[in-house]
């Protein structure tokens, strides 16, 4: 059974570009959360996504950040008009029940975006 | 606003000794306690606490939980290099499935 599979695993933009970053959650998950991490801080919460929901997304900077999990295919955390502030690494986690049920996340590997 | 806070931010110590990890919490409506460990890669699960005082325990790792205090510790006995990660503590509060996350303890092995 594959972990949480996100890609690329690096990705460099230069400013003004869009920056796509895919998440494959574990088989039988449902549930998908986004979470931002800055160097020498802890992951921040973006948005949490259901099957064709976004359940949450008040982690997320209003502008130029959108996510989306459709019926087939990975979670997509998209990122437009790209600036430096936004270089970072992005983790994926997935669960099979709301995360306050379980307690437990399965995380991917990260995408560790560069803007240049 | 609710917030987790970790401590040490780093520690170094030499292969063998015993760590002590701190995380303490100011949220509304707690629901569980969590600590991850994170080497290069993903955070990996190692506990879950709900209910105060009583220990978790898994290989050289133990746990604790002190809803009074409001606060949590993370041993590590006889430490090994293989421990060397960020350490993070996360809170579940509210009625929302959100985590609120600690900055990390970083902790380095020397052999």
């Known amino acids: ?116 | 606003e609710d917030k987790v806070v970790q401590s040490p931010l780093s520690l170094v110590v030499h292969e063998g000794d015993t760590v002590t990890l701190n995380c303490s919490y100011e949220v509304t409506n707690f629901r569980s306690l969590l600590w991850y460990k994170q080497e290069k890669k993903a955070p990996t699960f190692l506990f879950m606490l709900t209910s105060s005082g009583i220990e978790k325990k898994s290989g050289r790792l133990s746990s604790i939980l002190d809803k009074k205090e409001l606060f949590s510790i993370l041993n590590i006995t006889a430490t090994q290099t293989g421990d060397s990660a960020v350490y993070l503590c996360a809170v579940e509060a509210g009625s929302n499935y959100q985590l609120i996350w600690g900055a990390g303890t970083k902790l380095i092995i020397k052999p």
């Open chain 1, 1 to 116: 059974n594959a972990g949480v599979m996100q890609n690329p695993r690096h990705l460099v933009r230069r400013r003004g570009q869009e920056a796509r970053l895919r998440c494959s959650p574990m088989k039988g998950h449902s549930h998908v959360y986004w979470y931002r991490q800055l160097p020498e801080e802890g992951l921040k919460f973006m948005v949490y996504l259901q099957k064709e929901n976004i359940i949450d997304e008040s982690g997320m900077p209003k502008e130029r950040f959108s996510a989306e999990f459709p019926k087939e295919g990975p979670s997509i955390l998209r990122i437009q008009q790209v600036v430096r502030g936004d270089s970072a690494a992005y983790f994926c986690a997935s669960s099979p029940r709301m995360a306050g049920n379980t307690g437990e996340l399965f995380f991917g590997e990260g995408s560790r975006l560069t803007v240049l």
